[in-house]
């Protein structure tokens, strides 16, 4: 049982009350009220005064000491849930302001997307990402006939960052009107995500990383090795886990996996 509580507080008043009137009968039993000539036992009613305020004085002050404390924690209890209803407020509406902020952003990069398009007999015209299967091959010759690349691959060596930027460069370079603000917007969600640090980011990487398909994947994996890319951009898609869907085992990609942390890909991911 909880000792400050309003029932402890109750037992208290009932048990200094229960004591007052037994008292009172002791101290001033056969005692006369009546007879107003008779002198006035100081001494007995000085000693009922330092029974009532000694014993039964104490027990209602550590009653009324008990409501007190009642009241006060119920005060505390019901200033601690406003403030959590308060928290739940302000975290729900920052997560619509995000949620606002983000979807804005994320129809921004579709509309981007849906207007890429190139004169081109072998791609579909009616369909805007067909466009990265241009890019990707293009990307595939540049990086894999770079002369930084094809000297390492001879000789049987491993790969460096550097290797690789060669290649990526000169493409970049080429179709940086087309590329540069597709790059830069996804760049600015990824920030955006990581900035927040909302408990359900992963959710929100998730369904950025599903506007992406397999060319557009290995696309931004070169991009962010280049020195082209965006401040951090690397480490935005590690931490969300962006090249999860990556094929691992493709030509512009597998050599290269070692570049980003494992967790870029998954938690579980080991190199082949």
């Not at 029932?7 to 208290?12: P, Q």
């Given at each position: 049982?909880?000792?400050?509580?309003?029932?402890?507080?109750?037992?208290?008043?009932?048990?200094?009350?229960?004591l007052?009137?037994?008292?009172?009968?002791?101290?001033?039993?056969?005692?006369?009220?009546?007879?107003?000539?008779?002198?006035?036992?100081?001494?007995?009613i000085?000693?009922?005064?330092?029974?009532?305020?000694?014993?039964?004085?104490?027990?209602?002050?550590?009653?009324?000491?008990?409501?007190?404390?009642?009241?006060?924690?119920?005060?505390?209890?019901?200033?601690?849930?406003q403030?959590?209803?308060?928290?739940?407020?302000?975290?729900?509406?920052?997560?619509?302001?995000?949620?606002?902020?983000?979807?804005?952003?994320?129809?921004?990069?579709?509309?981007?997307?849906?207007?890429?398009?190139?004169n081109?007999?072998?791609?579909?015209?009616?369909?805007?990402?067909?466009?990265?299967?241009?890019?990707?091959?293009?990307?595939?010759?540049?990086?894999?006939?770079?002369?930084?690349?094809?000297?390492?691959?001879?000789?049987?060596?491993?790969?460096?960052?550097?290797?690789?930027?060669?290649?990526?460069?000169?493409?970049?370079?080429?179709y940086?009107?087309?590329?540069?603000?597709?790059?830069?917007?996804?760049?600015n969600?990824?920030?955006?995500?990581?900035?927040?640090?909302?408990?359900?980011?992963?959710f929100?990487?998730?369904?950025?990383?599903?506007?992406?398909n397999?060319?557009?994947?290995?696309?931004?994996?070169?991009?962010?090795?280049s020195?082209?890319?965006?401040e951090?951009?690397?480490?935005?898609?590690?931490?969300?886990?962006?090249?999860?869907?990556?094929?691992?085992?493709?030509?512009?990609?597998?050599?290269?996996?070692?570049?980003?942390?494992?967790?870029?890909?998954?938690?579980?991911?080991?190199?082949?």
């Open positions: 049982m909880d000792v400050f509580s309003i029932k402890t507080a109750k037992i208290l008043f009932w048990v200094g009350l229960g007052l009137i037994p008292g009172l009968i002791i101290f001033f039993w056969g005692e006369s009220f009546l007879n107003f000539d008779e002198q006035i036992k100081s001494d007995k000085g000693q009922f005064g330092d029974f009532v305020g000694g014993l039964i004085g104490s027990l209602w002050a550590a009653a009324g000491f008990i409501l007190f404390y009642v009241a006060l924690k119920e005060q505390i209890n019901s200033y601690n849930l403030k959590v209803e308060f928290e739940s407020t302000k975290n729900l509406l920052k997560q619509q302001k995000f949620e606002t902020t983000y979807f804005n952003m994320l129809n921004l990069l579709i509309n981007i997307v849906g207007t890429m398009k190139r081109d007999s072998s791609l579909n015209s009616n369909n805007s990402k067909d466009c990265f299967m241009f890019y990707y091959d293009e990307l595939e010759k540049h990086i894999i006939n770079s002369d930084n690349l094809q000297d390492v691959l001879m000789n049987k060596g491993n790969p460096r960052q550097i290797d690789i930027q060669e290649g990526f460069i000169k493409f970049y370079d080429k940086k009107n087309e590329l540069e603000k597709y790059f830069n917007n996804t760049y969600i990824l920030k955006f995500i990581h900035k927040h640090q909302l408990p359900d980011s992963k929100y990487f998730n369904y950025l990383r599903a506007q992406f397999s060319n557009e994947l290995i696309l931004m994996f070169h991009y962010a090795l020195e082209k890319s965006n951090n951009l690397k480490e935005y898609i590690e931490s969300g886990e962006f090249f999860r869907y990556l094929d691992k085992d493709n030509r512009l990609v597998k050599d290269f996996l070692d570049f980003y942390l494992p967790i870029a890909y998954e938690q579980t991911y080991s190199k082949k």
